[in-house]
């Protein structure tokens, strides 16, 4: 029995990382010392340059008329330009989600392809995401970038969002931990990121004018927690606000969303900037944004000559333009922007970001299904039947802007049609290895084939010849566009249940970036979701699918049974209109509610539990080629612990759950903690959690109070399958933000 695991439930808590090769990130410390720099730097400003840092362009040649980008400016999403007289260095942004963006391959260079968010958050193992962030912090510094648009944390509210595969999960606490860790990853650089898009940016169909109606403490509860517990955890500089209204509000224009709850109630010191064409006027400046992005996608340019009027006309104007440079100054002092700034050209160990995000994937897969054992496959199997899925050419990854290509660019890019640049960013991207040849290099012997499943009789025959089958299924997501339904596209559902019917020996490995439909999940022997995962996503497939890594993902989404059992049965404006990526509504007139208040707090399980469905497959559940036990489970005041033990015959990690499930006797279910914790064989290792009084809470304008009472809590393999519980009796409490 080794050292003892310390779950993530606080935000406060760290996990035992090993020890990161990069420097430390910003501390609260180190901003407050930041915001005395800028104050000073704000004051000897002239006025002429007090609107230099608060408007963006995008320095690619998307646009008939675009000027020519900055000298110093490198092809991304955004560049800033500095101030030389003051030595404050210009911003140079790129996404990074996923890693340094394409940008529809126009700076010509590649980068690390980490899996997508959502199956970095089925590892539920902040050390990957730590690890994760810190690799592609490396590389954007290396590339000459010192901002990164980073932090998606955007919780999943409804499975068909587009950006689903870029964001996290659909809990606060395992999007809070996780993402804080990314950030810190990020900036242990010495450069900006974001946390985005603040905030209940849940869908991308109408996203630049839906309407989000929801109650502040479900809000509070919910959405604005991941982001409150990711701010903490992770201290990001900036944060991007989001295209959609709340509450009747634009995001990037809401009082309430930015002067009251993220820079008065939490207390946030760093800068806010806009989504690319989310501002709707200057306004937006007094109510809190404090940069404009891209600002040639607006319908004007606000932040420079209408601002510095502004300003100039009325102190309580200028005294905001003072605000919004102090905070952009702070977060370039803190980040150390103009003492170690990013320089284009420097050294990249693309093998060693590589293994980062093999990594990433391996725990990032989780077994859905196996039967009679099916998997591991042996490694002396004679005849494999790959089909499909483009298993051939690399792993499918998510379309937007956060689309990362390896060097070298995609391996398979099929067209969706468009024009110039546009075409590029709607196109399907497979990268990295193919599965097909890592099939091959585990199993050297064998004799594999490959059909991609277009001619059913033809795969169906390939399946009968051989030992096994393994169909690749794929389905393709990106920002800008939600899904109509959890159906896998092109017929793959009956080539999946033709090969099944024809081998009862079928794997079938999903690419995915949302929860899909199975209904040939009752003949298919095993499945595995290995989500877009990423230029070493073949390798790990290969790699659990022989056995060398035994799989411990598990979901961080829902995967519902059918859309019935969603709060709403078709996204809000779903076939309304034409999806486009801009946005932007068909006619002026044109309007989209989305009522957030039938859930309200309740995202995701938590609307499962409280309506009594059974999922698909639950919030947090994953097999593994062992098996494990939790059990002697304690609660004294908000510190939890008990036992986890391998009761199999291999390595393997599990992810011990904790959840809330009765408050004062009434059903509630929140997870309070958790941790991936890995055992040899036959270990046990005890675990304690420090649970975040918030999250046993309910958010009321004076804080967040916790009633005194009865309290249960249970042990979850995942959100449905709960074993031990206890009840204890908890004291009243008021926590402030
Ligand atoms: C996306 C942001 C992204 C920005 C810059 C927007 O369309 O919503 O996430 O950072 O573009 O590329």
Known sequence: MSGKIVLLASATSLLALAAPAFAQAPTAAD????????????????????????KGIMPLPLFPNAPKPPADAVAGAGYIPGIARLGVPALKESDASLGVAYVMGLRKDGSTAMPSGVAQAATWNPEILYKGGATIGAEARAKGFNVLLAGGVNLTRDPRNGRTFEYLSEDPLLSGTLVGEAIRGIQSNGIISTIKHWALNGQETGRKFVDIRIAEPAARESDILAFQLGIERGQPLSVMCAYNKVNGDQACASDWLLNKVLKKDLGWKGFVMSDWGAVPGVEAAINGLDQQSGAELDKGVF?????????????????????????????IYAAGLDKNDAKPGGAIDYDAHAKVAEEAAKQAIVLLKNSGNVLPLAKNAKRIAVIGGYANSGVLSGGGSSQTNPVGGPKAAIPLGGDGPWAAFSAQHYHGTAPLTAIQAQAKNAEVTYRDGSIIADAVDQAKKSDVAIVFATKWSTEGQDHADFSLPNGQDALIAAVTAANPRTIVVLETGNPVAMPWLGSAAAVLEAWFGGMRGGDAIASVLFGETNPSGHLPITFPASADQLPRQKVDGYWDFEPNFMGDPPTPDTKVTADYNIEGSDVGYRWFARKGQKALFPFGYGLSYTSFEQGGLNVKGLTASFTVKNTGQKAGATVAQLYLTKRGGEAKQRLVGFARVELAAGEAKPVSVTIDPRLLADWTPKGWVVKAGDYSFALGEDAERLGQSVTVKMPAKLVKD
């Open 31 to 54: 901003v407050a010392k930041a915001q005395a720099r800028a104050a000073a730097t704000v004051k000897a400003m002239k006025p002429e340059e007090k609107t230099i840092l608060t």
């Open 303 to 331: 932040f420079t000559d209408v601002l510095a009027a502004k300003a100039k006309a009325d102190p309580k104007w200028a005294a905001r333009v003072d605000d919004m440079n102090q905070r952009i100054l702070t977060a």
